[in-house]
């Protein structure tokens, strides 16, 4: 499972600015040892769920091919941005797009 360096201060800025609570970080692990995930998950303190995918189900299901991949999922599942790579999710900007996704009817 690749890092979340911005994880946990994605998920501390999204609280603070979501009072509706409408905004979910979620993450996937497609390691084959679910132990070791697991273990990685709480030794990096992450705060948000991760779905433990040893078959790599979700990741073709979404068609992933590269670590990590995020996606910004609207109210109705439709799936409205796609980054590869790694990114900062916690700068102000992106925090704004996503947040005007949650204003959308």
């Known amino acids: 499972m690749p890092a979340l360096p911005v994880g946990n201060a994605f998920t501390a800025e999204i609280e603070r600015v979501d009072e509706e609570q409408e ?18 998950v709480k030794a990096n303190n992450y705060k948000f769920p991760v779905l433990l995918d040893p078959q790599g189900k979700a990741g073709r299901l979404y068609g992933v091919t590269a670590y990590p991949t995020t996606y910004l999922i609207d109210k109705k599942g439709r799936i409205r941005a796609r980054e ?19 204003e959308e009817k």
């Open 84 to 102: 590869v790579g790694s990114s900062d999710w916690s700068a102000r900007s992106v925090v704004d797009q996503i947040i005007k996704l949650t």
């Open 23 to 40: 905004i979910r970080l979620l993450a996937a692990a497609q390691d084959q040892d679910p132990q070791k995930a697991a273990a990685f």
